[in-house]
């Protein structure tokens, strides 16, 4: 049964960098056809997808995140991490790990999330 | 970037009704990839539906979808009280992929 854990610091100061980790359990980083992404829900609204990546190192960010984000896989220890960086009160919200189905074509396309972490709620305050 | 409509904001039933919950896009959804998730309070999201028809590994057949282009339906038959939750739909259709603002099901 794959498993997929959130951690990281719960607090993190402004214009610092906020930085999580995914372990994956029960299944391989670098399985065919899925990818990993982060997406995150601020408290009360609703989801935010912020990027996503394929064991190759093909990654996807979104494009009002794109310029703070950077996620990489550790294929050897089965793992993959967010960063963001510069984040305000606004990035206040639960982060969740997820496996993503996605295809590697010419280019990598990503899909749907079927697999969740339980999340880990992240506040951004002094 | 499409953008997903989710309507009603809020729809309230009883246990036993059919739920008829919209997601409607601001263009056209490519090759119909649209997913819907349901989330309840205090838990992650967790996949119903996915190439606006597929059901998800587990899930049970009082839960359908359908539509094409920019109009998607997710059904829930005879809504059980597990079925009370947020359902969110999600495209991949187009990069950057998008949520829905979600639906709210709530008992009424």
């Known amino acids: 049964q794959l498993q997929l854990q959130e951690s990281g610091p719960g607090l993190v100061k402004p214009a610092e960098t906020l930085s999580l980790t995914c372990t994956i359990s029960g299944g391989s980083i670098s399985s065919n056809n899925y990818c990993w992404g982060w997406v995150r829900q601020p408290p009360g609204k609703g989801l935010e997808l912020i990027g996503s990546?394929?064991?190759?190192?093909?990654?996807y960010y979104d494009p009002s995140l794109e310029s703070r984000v950077t996620i990489s896989a550790d294929t050897s220890r089965n793992q993959f991490s967010l960063k963001l960086s510069s984040v305000t009160a606004a990035d206040t919200a639960v982060y969740y790990c997820?496996?993503?189905?996605?295809?590697?074509?010419?280019?990598?396309?990503?899909?749907?999330?079927?697999?969740w972490g339980q999340g880990t709620l992240v506040t951004v305050s002094s | 970037e499409i953008v997903l409509t989710q309507s009603p904001g809020t729809l309230s039933l009883s246990p036993g009704e059919r739920a008829t919950l919209s997601c409607r896009a601001s263009?056209?959804?490519?090759?119909?990839?649209l997913g819907w998730y349901q989330q309840k309070p205090g838990q992650a999201p967790r996949l119903l539906i996915y190439?606006?028809?597929s059901r998800a590994t587990g899930i049970p057949d009082r839960f359908s979808g359908s539509g094409s282009g920019t109009d998607f339906t997710l059904t829930i038959n005879r809504l059980e009280p597990e079925d009370f939750a947020v359902y969110y739909c999600?495209?991949?259709?187009?990069?950057?992929?998008?949520f829905g603002g979600g639906t709210k099901v709530e008992i009424k």
């Open positions: 263009q056209s959804v490519s090759r119909g990839y």
């Open positions: 997820a496996r993503q189905a996605c295809a590697d074509y010419i280019w990598v396309e990503f899909y749907y999330f079927d697999y």
């Open positions: 990546i394929y064991y190759s190192g093909s990654t």
């Open positions: 190439g606006a028809s």
């Open positions: 999600q495209q991949y259709g187009s990069s950057p992929l998008t």
